[in-house]
């Protein structure tokens, strides 16, 4: 399942990232690498926004688990959210169906957030390095 306050210490992450000016975002960014389990890739390039790869471990073991079976088991899609300019930023969020939990008065799986990218960029070669 997901780790609800792996979850909220994302949302933090983001609103960090988006309340703040470019020259804050490229001193703190490398801090939030050492300082916080979840942001797994920070992406610096000349001139360019940094980009942020926030998840925690459970939820890429469920993505694993859910999006990648074998063909013989269920599975589900793995499907990407685009929020285009929260505040400086784009948010890009990954999200699936957790195929062990059923809600029973939906009839149907709850779908649950993945890896979220934070990126200052809307081009297909920062999408390429997000979904690899």
């Not at 990232?17 to 050492?34: C, E, H, P, R, Y």
Request: proline share 4%; net charge positive; charged share 15%.
């Amino acid at each position: 399942m997901l780790n609800q306050g792996s979850n909220k210490s994302q949302e933090q992450v983001v609103m960090w990232f988006t309340n703040k000016s470019f020259a804050d975002q490229i001193t703190g960014v490398k801090n939030l690498q050492n300082s916080l389990p979840f942001v797994k890739a920070v992406v610096r390039q000349h001139a360019k926004v940094p980009c942020i790869i926030l998840y925690d471990d459970q939820q890429m073991q469920d993505i694993l688990r859910f999006c990648c079976p074998p063909v013989t088991c269920r599975s589900t899609v793995l499907s990407f959210d685009k929020t285009f300019n929260l505040g400086q930023a784009n948010v890009t969020l990954a999200v699936y169906k957790n195929l062990s939990v059923y809600r029973r008065t939906k009839n149907k799986h709850p779908v649950f957030c993945g890896h979220m990218f934070l990126h200052g960029e809307s081009n297909v070669t920062f999408l390429r390095f997000f979904i690899t």
